[in-house]
């Protein structure tokens, strides 16, 4: 997972076995646009659930809770579902956990990396998450 940081938006990029999802989400304030990434849904065991309906149309928002831990909301906006993700930062590592609205008590196991900065004044930071090995 790779967060970029500009003046009032975060760009995130989600990778994965099999691909690369990129969003956009701003800072108290709605972004809308799309994504490749398929969204919470009630479908997910059926085969080719998402074909023809990719890219999704979503809206995103981020906010930090405290000074160590950032929310990042990403709504689908063609579907009632929403899916949260809450960054916590630790020393030199990130714990990423991921909420999803349509199954809120299933646990998606909580993804852990290392953090390397990249610093511009204030403007933009860079934090990576990887799988641990």
């Not at 809206?59 to 929403?82: A, D, F, M, Q």
Request: aromatic content about 8%; charged content about 25%; glycine content about 6%.
């Amino acid at each position: 997972m790779l967060l970029r940081f500009g003046r009032d938006t975060c760009y995130v990029t989600m990778t994965t076995d099999h691909s690369d999802y990129k969003f956009a989400l701003g800072a108290g304030h709605w972004i809308a646009g799309e994504t490749k990434k398929p969204g919470p849904d009630l479908f997910k065991s059926a085969l080719s659930h998402t074909t023809g309906l990719l890219p999704c149309r979503v809206v995103g928002c981020y906010s930090w809770k405290n000074n160590n831990t950032l929310e990042l909301v990403l709504r689908y906006i063609e579907s009632p579902h929403t899916e949260k993700i809450t960054c916590k930062l630790e020393q030199n590592s990130m714990l990423v956990d991921i909420w999803q609205s349509n199954t809120p008590s299933d646990k998606i196991p909580i993804l852990k990396g290392k953090i390397s900065h990249s610093l511009s004044k204030e403007a933009q930071k860079t934090a990576t998450i990887g799988k641990n090995e």
